[in-house]
Each structure stands twice: as structure tokens, then as C-alpha cells.
T-cell receptor, first 114, second 112 residues
Framework: AQSVTQPDIHITVSEGASLELRCNYSYGATPYLFWYVQSPGQGLQLLLKYFSGDTLVQGIKGFEAEFKRSQSSFNLRKPSVHWSDAAEYFCAVGPYSSASKIIFGSGTRLSIRP | GAGVSQSPRYKVAKRGQDVALRCDPISGHVSLFWYQQALGQGPEFLTYFQNEAQLDKSGLPSDRFFAERPEGSVSTLKIQRTQQEDSAVYLC??????????FGPGTRLTVT
């Protein structure tokens, strides 16, 4: 079965602290992996994506993610969070072979402690 | 040009009413997707168009849901005889290349 698991529903970190959001996936074909961010009342914005190549991917807003095939994981990291990073984060997986549906995780809500 | 736009942004419907949600994709984008996002959940796929052809409608939850894209641009998602369980945010996305989908702000539907 194809699925994405984000085990942390809600995370609170202090401003300036480092962040890691966990994501595990199950996908039959070669996966195309994504991280999206959703601020209240806003649509989804793509932070980064990975299909092949260097397993450490750089994205926008200072985020990066590491693909680990052996663990079926694609965790999102940021060395120092800002108050503006407070939002909902979604990990997602889709096929690279064609434009098709993306399967999303249930999301992790990030709160920032001043 | 502009991003994906959706209208209305908010819709309140009484149970049993029909609703129509509109999506204007980014100009020139061939692919268009609809997703449903329930409160506290991730988006779930509803249906997918390539130009005017509906290539996948496996996610539509019932035959009360219908989507169209007659000229390969604007799309409309119609829900007939709305039920309370239809309350959600409906997201539209478009893409030109096969990898990246650009999402609109969504339409929040509340069925009372």
C-alpha cells in the first residue's frame, strides 16, 4: 500500500533552535518525495523535492531534507527556526513516471516558542 | 502570470444543496488536480485532468461528486446534495511539468 507517515502531530521548538520533522513512506515504485508547507488560510507551498542524486536536498527558506532509502525516510531539517516558520508541514510522495496524484501525510504542526 | 486561483474562498451550504467550486489554473498548465483536505488532515486526491480529459477520478468519494474541465483550462468541482461529511477545504493544483504541482488557496466548504 502507498502511504506517508508523519509520526509527530505537533512540535514546539524555541526560536533559533534546530528542527527535524520526521517522514516515513511506503511506495511500490521509485518515489518522488516532497515537503510542502501550509500557513493558515494559505495554499500549499513546495519547500523541496527529491527523486534521485544527492540524498541531501536543499530547499527554500533554509530547509533541507535527507533521503534514506534503507529507512524509507525523508526527514526535513532546519538549523535555526524563525517565528515565521510556524505552520503545518506535509510530507508527500508521488510517481516520477507521470503526472499523477500525490499522497500526503497527515501533517506536523510546528509552533515556535519565543 | 498569477498563481492558481479558486472561488469562492468560503462557501456555506445547507445540507442537500448543490455547490460548484471553481479553479483557474496557471495559464498554459496542462495538468489539473483536485484534492480534499479535512480538518487536521493532509490533502487527499480526488481527480486529475490532462487538458480536458479526466484521466483519473478514483478519489471521488461518491457519485455526488463531479468534476469537469471542458476547454482544458478552468475546472469546476460540483457536489450534489451536500452532506455534513463533505465539509472540508477543496484544493486545486496545476502543473506543467510532471513533477511539481502548484496549489491554489482552496475553498473552505461548510455544510450545515
Amino acid at each position: 500500500a502507498q502511504s506517508v507517515t508523519q509520526p509527530d502531530i505537533h512540535i514546539t521548538v524555541s526560536e533559533g533552535a534546530s528542527l527535524e520533522l520526521r517522514c516515513n513512506y511506503s511506495y511500490g515504485a521509485t518515489p518522488y518525495l516532497f515537503w510542502y508547507v501550509q500557513s493558515p488560510g494559505q495554499g500549499l507551498q513546495l519547500l523541496l523535492k527529491y527523486f534521485s542524486g544527492d540524498t541531501l536536498v536543499q530547499g527554500i527558506k533554509g530547509f533541507e531534507a535527507e533521503f534514506k532509502r534503507s529507512q524509507s525516510s525523508f526527514n526535513l531539517r532546519k538549523p535555526s527556526v524563525h517565528w515565521s516558520d510556524a505552520a503545518e508541514y506535509f510530507c508527500a510522495v508521488g510517481p516520477y513516471s507521470s503526472a499523477s496524484k500525490i499522497i500526503f501525510g497527515s501533517g506536523t504542526r510546528l509552533s515556535i516558542r519565543p | 502570470g498569477a498563481g492558481v486561483s479558486q472561488s469562492p474562498r468560503y462557501k456555506v451550504a445547507k445540507r442537500g444543496q448543490d455547490v460548484a467550486l471553481r479553479c483557474d489554473p496557471i495559464s498554459g498548465h496542462v495538468s489539473l488536480f483536485w484534492y480534499q483536505q479535512a480538518l487536521g488532515q493532509g490533502p487527499e486526491f480526488l481527480t486529475y485532468f490532462q487538458n480536458e480529459a479526466q484521466l483519473d477520478k478514483s478519489g471521488l468519494p461518491s457519485d455526488r461528486f463531479f468534476a469537469e474541465r471542458p476547454e482544458g483550462s478552468v475546472s469546476t468541482l460540483k457536489i450534489q446534495r451536500t452532506q455534513q461529511e463533505d465539509s472540508a477545504v477543496y484544493l486545486c493544483a496545476s502543473s506543467q511539468r510532471r513533477d511539481e504541482q502548484y496549489f491554489g488557496p482552496g475553498t473552505r466548504l461548510t455544510v450545515t
